[in-house]
């Protein structure tokens, strides 16, 4: 699957690696706590490490080097360098307001009571949504599933946070655009749809559906092979099951990977969720990340784009502490802070666990995840099935265990 480098040569302690296999065995796997592990531990580029456990799903059978996983929310890295992608050649800039792509957004207003079965109160008019408030989940938006208030559940009403089989891409939009912000765009941080609305701004931009757009701009020139929206047909043996986590019991299966519906062509590319991948592919996508935005020659966007990207944009350099009013979100709060796209740690300390100032990450709701760490020049890719990612600690501990192996320190 992966050519491993000697570990010793990269820094690791080989000994120490090979605990991972054992503890996720034992706390996770053997028990039927998560059906299945996958995992990539790679330093300046070169993978020293990999674990493959458990099974495809319910049928039993082994799980494949080249399974395919629903990544969630690891999509939306993807689509906010897509965006960047934009901005680099000038067709958009972060600071213009939405309404430049979007003219249904011109009369957003600000929550003010309502819902339900009332009508929602005709609230104070919103300042102009920015694409830079989209990128940093500070537009006003949520989730249905934060599951917090009457906003959240009229966002569940109509569907949004799983649009691909009834809305496509307009009416996704024109739906979002009647109902009230949160918060004025800039004047909180919410885990929410925002992402989703800045893949539509790709499509529109560049006239083309989000899938092609990856495909063209992203995963040909990467050669993510196996990642795109939806399954093919001949590949949907490689889906794993999906599963739903079940207090004091195993986790339950609720959608099988061979009879999927991502088998079938979806209305709408969700750029905030909507990706099937492999954990090869992944590894691609981060080591071009920690490369700065190259890898094996293509460049994807420029170092300096990424930089900015990975800084924290919260205002006064807070962390996700200070600004989130989220219920539910792909990143830990204390020392996090939020760029463009991704979480990063600020304030190793305030974390509590092994980390680097400057560390950026990001995960998805069948408790995937990844972080790059540029100080340590380390990657690593996690890959399994069990919704939702809050349920086990397992990020906390792959962290402490990856960390705790490496021998030689980059950082001064």
Same mark, same amino acid.
């Given at each position: 699957?992966?050519?491993?480098?000697?570990?010793?040569?990269?820094?690791?302690?080989?000994?120490?690696?090979?605990?991972?296999?054992?503890?996720?065995?034992?706390?996770?796997?053997?028990?039927?706590?998560?059906?299945?592990?996958?995992?990539?531990?790679?330093?300046?580029?070169?993978?020293?490490?990999?674990?493959?456990?458990?099974?495809? /799903?319910?049928?039993?059978?082994?799980? *494949?080097?080249?399974?395919?996983?629903?990544?969630?929310?690891?999509?939306?890295?993807?689509?906010?360098?897509?965006?960047?992608?934009?901005?680099?050649?000038?067709?958009?800039?972060?600071?213009?307001?939405?309404?430049?792509?979007?003219?249904?957004?011109?009369?957003?207003?600000?929550?003010?009571?309502?819902?339900?079965?009332?009508?929602?109160?005709?609230?104070?008019?919103?300042?102009?949504?920015?694409?830079?408030?989209?990128?940093?989940?500070?537009?006003?938006?949520?989730?249905?599933?934060?599951?917090?208030?009457?906003?959240?559940?009229?966002?569940?009403?109509?569907?949004?946070?799983?649009?691909?089989?009834?809305?496509?891409?307009?009416?996704?939009?024109?739906?979002?655009?009647?109902?009230?912000?949160?918060?004025?765009?800039?004047?909180?941080?919410?885990?929410?749809?925002?992402?989703?609305?800045?893949?539509?701004?790709?499509?529109?931009?560049?006239?083309?559906?989000?899938?092609?757009?990856?495909?063209?701009?992203?995963?040909?020139?990467?050669?993510?092979?196996?990642? *795109?929206?939806?399954?093919?047909?001949?590949?949907?043996?490689?889906?794993?099951?999906?599963? %739903?986590?079940?207090?004091?019991?195993?986790?339950?299966?609720?959608?099988?990977?061979?009879?999927?519906?991502?088998?079938?062509?979806?209305?709408?590319?969700?750029?905030?969720?909507?990706?099937?991948?492999?954990? %090869?592919?992944?590894?691609?996508?981060?080591?071009?990340?920690?490369?700065?935005?190259?890898?094996?020659? %293509?460049?994807?966007?420029?170092?300096?784009?990424?930089?900015?990207?990975?800084?924290?944009?919260?205002?006064?350099?807070?962390?996700?502490?200070?600004?989130?009013?989220?219920?539910?979100?792909?990143?830990?709060?204390?020392?996090?802070?939020?760029?463009?796209?991704?979480?990063?740690?600020?304030?190793?300390?305030?974390?509590?666990?092994?980390?680097?100032?400057?560390?950026?990450?990001? /995960?998805?709701? +069948?408790?995937?995840?990844?972080?790059?760490?540029?100080?340590?020049?380390?990657?690593?890719?996690?890959?399994?099935?069990?919704?939702?990612?809050?349920?086990?600690?397992?990020?906390?501990?792959?962290?402490?265990?990856?960390?705790?192996?490496?021998?030689?320190? +980059?950082?001064?």
């Amino acid at each position: 699957m992966f050519e491993l480098a000697e570990a010793a040569a990269q820094g690791f302690d080989a000994e120490r690696l090979a605990r991972i296999a054992p503890f996720l065995s034992a706390t996770y796997v053997d028990g039927g706590r998560l059906p299945n592990a996958q995992l990539v531990v790679a330093r300046n580029g070169q993978p020293v490490h990999y674990t493959k456990l458990g099974v495809m /799903g319910d049928d039993g059978q082994t799980l *494949r080097d080249d399974a395919l996983f629903r990544i969630a929310s690891m999509t939306k890295p993807i689509t906010s360098i897509a965006f960047m992608q934009l901005v680099e050649q000038c067709k958009v800039a972060l600071e213009e307001p939405v309404t430049r792509v979007f003219p249904e957004f011109a009369n957003l207003h600000v929550y003010a009571g309502g819902g339900g079965s009332i009508p929602f109160a005709p609230g104070a008019p919103a300042h102009p949504m920015r694409f830079v408030d989209l990128l940093t989940h500070m537009s006003g938006l949520t989730y249905g599933l934060q599951n917090r208030n009457n906003i959240d559940a009229v966002y569940r009403e109509h569907n949004f946070d799983f649009a691909r089989d009834h809305l496509d891409s307009d009416e996704f939009i024109a739906r979002l655009a009647k109902l009230p912000l949160e918060f004025a765009p800039g004047q909180g941080w919410n885990y929410s749809v925002s992402t989703d609305v800045l893949g539509i701004a790709v499509e529109r931009i560049s006239g083309m559906r989000l899938g092609e757009y990856f495909e063209q701009h992203i995963f040909a020139p990467l050669g993510m092979h196996d990642t *795109r929206f939806g399954v093919k047909e001949s590949d949907l043996e490689r889906l794993v099951d999906a599963y %739903a986590y079940r207090p004091g019991q195993s986790p339950r299966m609720i959608s099988a990977g061979a009879t999927s519906k991502l088998g079938q062509a979806g209305t709408f590319d969700s750029g905030g969720g909507g990706l099937v991948g492999t954990i %090869a592919d992944y590894h691609r996508f981060a080591t071009m990340l920690l490369n700065g935005g190259e890898l094996d020659g %293509a460049r994807i966007v420029s170092p300096k784009t990424l930089r900015l990207m990975r800084t924290n944009h919260l205002p006064n350099n807070a962390d996700l502490t200070e600004m989130s009013s989220s219920l539910f979100s792909e990143a830990n709060n204390a020392g996090t802070g939020f760029g463009l796209g991704f979480a990063m740690v600020i304030d190793p300390a305030k974390t509590l666990m092994p980390s680097s100032l400057g560390e950026f990450y990001w /995960g998805g709701a +069948y408790s995937t995840a990844f972080f790059v760490d540029p100080v340590e020049q380390i990657t690593c890719v996690f890959m399994t099935q069990v919704y939702p990612s809050s349920t086990y600690p397992i990020r906390r501990q792959l962290k402490t265990l990856i960390y705790s192996a490496l021998t030689e320190s +980059y950082a001064s």
